[in-house]
């Protein structure tokens, strides 16, 4: 069987680091005897530019069809002040699919502790799954705008809340069996009802611990005992702030990656890095492609590919480790020499195991 992969590399060194993860892909799939096959669409900014729309019929139409979807990065100033932006079409293809659970995980790569803000002790071992809501909350409740008046509704169904809290214990099970949902349930009715949801799915979860954090205590103890989390579970927005927050903790935004997953469309989800197109670096070769290449690594096990999975993220450790690091992590390689580096130790590997 051959996985149609949508890829939709969009803005910014959005293109730059999705070629560099696709040349990895490419020899995985030889190594590993894996069938991909790669189909780029337009999508976000490139995508007004050419089509008007950020998220063009043929490429939602791609999209939906595909067994999996590879973005890297969309935005910029270019299209900042327009009713229409990149991001609402990522939005709109987050919700046209269904990809209510966004997967972000965070983990310390042993060794690299000197890269962290934070103390070594702090951070060494830290292994954190952010399960972020995707399709509900602020983002998609009513957007009034007036001249002196605006607002912004964060509602949730039980439904909704029950669904995302699933993919958080299912999680938790697989990992070290703890789950922090966070919330604002001393001020917000959104999250009160979250709460009570949430507790009352964890009773089907009796080899996992549930706590409860609200999210300005949340944001502390991330910095404050980072070690103390497991797998965070939280609504849209919260989400959002908390793992840019967690991401500085590795070292690099730039080195992470996540899935977003739902219960139908879009075969295995869609996987992109959490950082953004940064516009000031584009198309200079500068970009960190690991965040794309964990994205990669998630979609390659989210095919059930484990081993061609972990064989990129190896590769990827080893060559930070090696100190073949771009800008962001202090280094001077580039985006492209970073990939190379990264190929030749897949190409190295698969030569030692033939
Ligand atoms: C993210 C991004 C998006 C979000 C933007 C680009 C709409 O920040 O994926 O975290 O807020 O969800
Ligand atoms: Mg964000």
Redesign the pocket.
Known sequence: MIADIAVLPGDGIGPEVTAEAIACLTILAKRFAIGMRFTSYEFGGVAIDAQGDPLPEATLAAARAADGILMGAIGGPKWAGLAITPETGLLRLRKELGLFANLRPARMICGMEDLSPLRAELVAGIDILVVRELTGGLYFGEHILADDHASDVCAYSRAEIERIAHVAFQAAERRSGNVTSVDKANVLASSKLWRRVVTEVATSYPGVTLDHLYVDAAAMELIKNPKRFDVILTENLFG?IL??ELSVIPGSIGLLGSASTGASGAGAGLFEP?HGSAPDIAGQDRANPAGMMESAAMLLAALGHASAAQALRDAVRDTLLDGVRTADLGGTARCSEFGDAVRARLQLSADAAA
Request: glycine share 0%.
């Open positions: 959002d793992s840019d959490i």
